[in-house]
DNA sequence: CCGTTCGTTCTCCATCAGAGAACAGCAATC
DNA sequence: GATTGCTGTTCTCTGATGGAGAACGAACGG
């Protein structure tokens, strides 16, 4: 169904476990009978999963209606403050953002993804809870640009491979060609910039986040290009970043 | 094995996910032959576990060993934030925190427990990543016995059925009679203190998040005894929160 | 170069996940 | 207040599949 590249070497109930709890995300608040249409299984299945879920907290039933349950946020706290980076980099989050003003992130990367770890916003102009925990391309993304400069060839055409280069604007990078230029200048300098190629009138800078040779994730400042211009990105926050990511990349070799 | 509740109505390939899952967790940093033998199954039941979780993003393979993967946060963050109390109670958290001086938590319960949804320490004496996301018991902590003093009764002594009211100091109320009693006067006064019966020489205040006749969460102020005294918390801190308090409410309200 | 240990793949069988029907609980309708 | 029409839950049955165990292959170290 949804999942493929399982294969005969999966488990095929935790595809369908998989699928119920995503399906239960999407809908937020959803009872036994419209879930098991969503999901093209006999009421009675669906039940005896959430039955079990809700055992173990995963799922739980408010107003006769199934929602996720805060062993999720359990296990996802754990999962962010295990990375090594997360805690490493979380003061200068802190930092960055209200010495320069504008909103700072940080990132990793998995199965050729980022994901912001964390955010801060100094003017409260972008809903950052909204943003944190969500995945992105790596291309369009000032942090995945600079992640992606430091892996290996290979693991650059897989992700390509895998996720495509969709265009967010008109300025995303959108072959491969293009791509490996603009990922030796990264390397060259050692930032990325990324100029309007996620979402028009916003600009960013990154710096990578380096432990032991390999990239472990991203620090990156983003805003409206009227106040983040390039100048601006290459100057004052770039001093600023790498400033950080020398001490982060101290501390993560302790 | 661990969760027995399911009896025959449950999924058992769900029961061997979660013991995985769990397993994960614990060791952080795990490979297929420990992993089987800590949760006593063949490698080549747990291989196919894991393969599925990985098509999933539910786990990583780093350096040959296998640790939770982001997915999870992405679930976590998404829980977190989809519970009403935590976007209506942020901004006073931050607020609260820096107005007085003193760690300032957000709670809700689930299952008869409560999380600490997030939380502020203005000093940085506490490791707040440590707590936000654990489970505690709700008899030995002001925002626990607040939310304990809006639930039924029924309810209240399913939670003690079933959790118990284990002894965290030599204050922690360990009778039903007693916690009775000081459920009693919780709801007289409208807050709950916490004077060093979840740790020593930790006091605390809470109200209650109310919504529609029910309690949603709780909003607590916790600090050493030191400087917070019980007259601190009976006065200006609980006003702070009870302002706070109110406006949560309406804002549940909308 | 061989022995050990790991992860992965394969095959086979008893178990159990899933379907479907029946039952129970609740609301709204008449 | 009986009826209808929805739920969620429980039951029973059976074919698919999860789990065991063995075999394979890769990585490592002596």
């Keep these: 169904?949804?999942?493929?590249s399982a294969g005969g070497r999966g488990v095929k109930s935790d595809e369908?476990?998989?699928?119920?709890?995503?399906?239960?995300?999407?809908?937020d608040g959803?009872?036994?009978?419209e879930l098991a249409a969503n999901v093209n299984l006999a009421k009675s299945s669906v039940h005896k999963h959430l039955s079990t879920m809700r055992d173990h907290g995963f799922v739980v039933k408010r107003n006769g209606e199934?929602?996720?349950?805060?062993e999720f946020f359990s296990y996802g706290q754990y999962t962010r403050t295990t990375?090594?980076?997360?805690?490493?980099a979380l003061p200068?989050?802190?930092?960055?953002?209200?010495?320069?003003g504008e909103s700072?992130?940080?990132?990793?990367h998995e199965n050729g993804q980022v994901m912001y770890l964390d955010g801060r916003d100094p003017n409260d102009e972008i809903n950052v809870n909204a943003l944190v925990g969500s995945w992105e391309e790596m291309h369009a993304n000032s942090g995945g640009k600079v992640i992606l400069a430091h892996l290996r060839e290979s693991e650059v055409n897989e992700i390509v491979e895998r996720h495509g280069l969709s265009a967010k604007t008109d300025e995303t990078i959108t072959d491969r060609a293009t791509l490996e230029e603009e990922l030796e200048r990264v390397r060259e300098r050692g930032y990325a910039l990324n100029l309007g190629e996620g979402l028009r009138e916003m600009n960013a800078v990154a710096v990578p986040l380096i432990s032991q040779e390999s990239v472990e994730g991203a620090l990156s400042v983003a805003g409206p290009t009227y106040r983040v211009k390039r100048e601006r990105c290459e100057g004052e926050l770039l001093d600023r970043l790498?400033?950080?990511?020398?001490?982060?990349?101290?501390?993560?070799a302790y």
Tied chains: 1, 2.
């Design 83 to 88: 990375q090594d980076v997360y805690s490493a």
């Design 104 to 108: 700072t992130w940080l990132m990793t």
């Design 66 to 70: 199934y929602h996720l349950g805060l």
């Design 242 to 252: 790498r400033a950080a990511a020398d001490d982060i990349g101290l501390s993560l």
């Design 92 to 100: 200068a989050l802190e930092e960055i953002a209200s010495e320069t």
């Design 30 to 33: 959803i009872g036994v009978t």
């Design 16 to 27: 369908t476990l998989f699928a119920i709890i995503e399906a239960v995300r999407e809908a």
């Design 1 to 4: 169904m949804a999942g493929n």
